[in-house]
């Protein structure tokens, strides 16, 4: 016998299926949110059920979900009856996501079986440019096709949320947190918790915390690369980083100045008590680049790889300089958009050399991705 014609309730069905949910990035159906539909002739009523109250993104999905469904023959029209989910219903959303023996959040990243490649972005000093390179890092490994997500841990001076053009609140199912989007790029910041442009004014136990929360209480898929933007110095985000997340790998940002490459020597340093990995430095703001071709070496010369060829003598292992990167107006500019310069213009020297980063960053053997140094400190007597 030959399988029944499937319905219109089927094409339906399996058009609804192809809806993902704009946070959580998985079907509709999947998730529980579809409680039903009804048909009239050519006309579809759906019933979908929300997280949250007031969800920014039920015109999105009403958007797709129409795209979806009028794409059947023979639907002309559809419309969508908002509901709300319980508690009991928001739970098992929790469950269904976090995994039935995940009673207590735990940081998917620090786990033993973890793919994610997670690069801590470091600074001895503010002012050398450590979150612009971060957003752009992250736009330009997004762009390739990887999953990545950013955590503004920079908790004083947060900055990530307007330079990637994430202008979204965080949405609350039940215990955890779904992060906003842009360009392709998850992203958290306490900025998105405060109110207007407030001050945070936190001592290291609430510092540790918000890392412990934004790492742990935010769901964030099944991420290729996780970036975290890093308050400048060698204080208590750096600490709280190497307990939390002890596979991460430190990438150095500094400036070609003398001054600014011997701090960023130190924030570099500290892997040899974290026993964490050195990816490698990143030199910004390395030259202008004059209208008759010509450089000038605002900051000096030889930063970068002065720092790279220090912290190789000093941890016993190589550590790149992995790029030099241009200053350029328009990196300002772009970031001031929220649309970093490897989306907003490609083909700037500064783009280029941010993407080469990237490129470095995108193909390491997997091998050797979060293996700790292995060094430990001699017992003094």
Same mark, same amino acid.
């Given at each position: 016998?030959?399988?029944?014609?499937?319905?219109?309730?089927?094409?339906?069905? /399996?058009?609804?299926?192809?809806?993902?949910?704009?946070?959580?990035?998985?079907?509709?159906?999947?998730?529980?949110?579809?409680?039903?539909?009804?048909?009239?002739?050519?006309?579809?009523?759906?019933?979908?059920?929300?997280?949250?109250?007031?969800?920014?993104?039920?015109?999105?999905?009403?958007?797709?979900?129409?795209?979806?469904?009028?794409?059947?023959?023979?639907?002309?029209?559809?419309?969508?009856?908002?509901?709300?989910?319980?508690?009991?219903?928001?739970?098992?959303?929790? /469950?269904?996501?976090?995994?039935?023996?995940?009673?207590?959040?735990?940081?998917?990243?620090?786990?033993?079986?973890?793919?994610?490649?997670?690069?801590?972005?470091?600074?001895?000093?503010?002012?050398?440019?450590?979150?612009?390179?971060?957003?752009?890092?992250?736009?330009?490994?997004?762009?390739?096709?990887?999953?990545?997500?950013?955590?503004?841990?920079?908790?004083?001076?947060?900055?990530?949320?307007?330079?990637?053009?994430?202008?979204?609140?965080?949405?609350?199912?039940?215990?955890?947190?779904?992060?906003?989007?842009?360009?392709?790029?998850?992203?958290?910041?306490?900025?998105?918790?405060?109110?207007?442009?407030?001050?945070?004014?936190?001592?290291?136990?609430?510092?540790?915390?918000?890392?412990?929360?934004?790492?742990?209480?935010?769901?964030?898929?099944?991420?290729?690369?996780?970036?975290?933007?890093?308050?400048?110095?060698?204080?208590?985000?750096?600490?709280?980083?190497?307990?939390?997340?002890?596979?991460?790998?430190?990438?150095?940002?500094?400036?070609?100045?003398?001054?600014?490459?011997?701090?960023?020597?130190?924030?570099?340093?500290?892997?040899?008590?974290?026993?964490?990995?050195?990816?490698?430095?990143?030199?910004?703001?390395?030259?202008?680049?004059?209208?008759?071709?010509?450089?000038?070496?605002?900051?000096?010369?030889?930063?970068?790889?002065?720092?790279?060829?220090?912290?190789?003598?000093?941890?016993?292992?190589?550590?790149?300089?992995?790029?030099?990167?241009?200053?350029?107006?328009?990196?300002?500019?772009?970031?001031?958009?929220?649309?970093?310069?490897?989306?907003?213009?490609?083909?700037?020297?500064?783009?280029?050399?941010?993407?080469?980063?990237?490129?470095?960053?995108?193909?390491?053997?997997?091998?050797?991705?979060?293996?700790?140094?292995?060094?430990?400190?001699?017992?003094?007597?």
């Amino acid at each position: 016998m030959s399988a029944p014609a499937p319905t219109l309730e089927d094409a339906i069905q /399996t058009a609804l299926a192809t809806v993902d949910d704009p946070e959580i990035r998985r079907p509709i159906t999947e998730l529980g949110m579809v409680k039903g539909f009804t048909v009239a002739t050519s006309a579809v009523n759906v019933e979908l059920l929300l997280t949250v109250a007031g969800c920014p993104l039920r015109d999105k999905l009403t958007v797709d979900i129409t795209d979806a469904l009028t794409k059947i023959p023979g639907i002309e029209s559809v419309t969508i009856d908002f509901g709300v989910m319980t508690e009991e219903q928001r739970k098992a959303l929790q /469950t269904q996501l976090r995994g039935s023996g995940a009673a207590e959040p735990v940081i998917p990243f620090a786990q033993p079986g973890s793919r994610t490649r997670v690069y801590a972005v470091a600074s001895g000093k503010g002012g050398v440019g450590k979150s612009s390179v971060t957003v752009n890092l992250a736009a330009s490994l997004a762009k390739r096709g990887l999953s990545v997500g950013v955590v503004d841990a920079d908790i004083y001076g947060h900055s990530v949320p307007r330079m990637l053009g994430v202008d979204g609140r965080p949405t609350r199912v039940e215990d955890m947190i779904m992060p906003p989007q842009s360009h392709g790029v998850k992203v958290i910041s306490i900025g998105m918790f405060t109110a207007g442009n407030a001050a945070v004014v936190w001592r290291g136990p609430m510092l540790h915390r918000a890392l412990q929360q934004f790492l742990a209480d935010v769901f964030w898929g099944e991420l290729d690369v996780l970036l975290l933007d890093l308050p400048p110095g060698t204080g208590d985000m750096a600490i709280s980083l190497a307990q939390l997340l002890p596979n991460a790998e430190i990438l150095v940002v500094t400036t070609p100045q003398t001054a600014a490459a011997e701090v960023a020597e130190r924030a570099g340093a500290i892997a040899l008590q974290t026993h964490q990995r050195l990816v490698g430095v990143v030199e910004n703001m390395s030259w202008l680049e004059l209208p008759d071709g010509s450089r000038m070496e605002v900051f000096g010369a030889g930063g970068g790889q002065t720092v790279a060829d220090s912290l190789t003598q000093t941890i016993g292992a190589s550590v790149p300089l992995l790029g030099q990167i241009p200053m350029d107006t328009r990196v300002r500019e772009a970031g001031d958009a929220g649309r970093p310069i490897v989306l907003a213009d490609a083909d700037a020297p500064a783009a280029k050399a941010l993407d080469a980063v990237a490129d470095r960053l995108a193909v390491r053997r997997e091998s050797l991705v979060g293996k700790p140094l292995g060094l430990s400190v001699a017992a003094r007597h």
